[in-house]
């Protein structure tokens, strides 16, 4: 969030649950948490989302799965 505040956001872009489905993902590491976001934020661009919900977070921690 300060990212994205420091970027010149106004509003949320992450939804709570997605929120929620990050941190349980990454268990609060914060360079998990930034790789994780950048990807999410890259994906919802491509799909021209408004916000980043937990379908796209969950698609990319797939893919991040699928890699690992």
Do not use: Q, S, W
């Amino acid at each position: 969030a300060h990212r994205l505040k420091m970027a010149g956001c106004a509003r949320p872009i992450f939804t709570e649950e997605a929120i929620k489905l990050i941190f349980d993902f990454t268990r609060g590491t914060p360079r998990e948490i930034n790789n994780l976001c950048d990807v999410a934020l890259l994906v919802g661009y491509t799909k021209r989302a408004k916000e980043i919900g937990e379908k796209i977070v969950a698609e990319v921690i797939k893919d991040m799965v699928g890699v690992a």
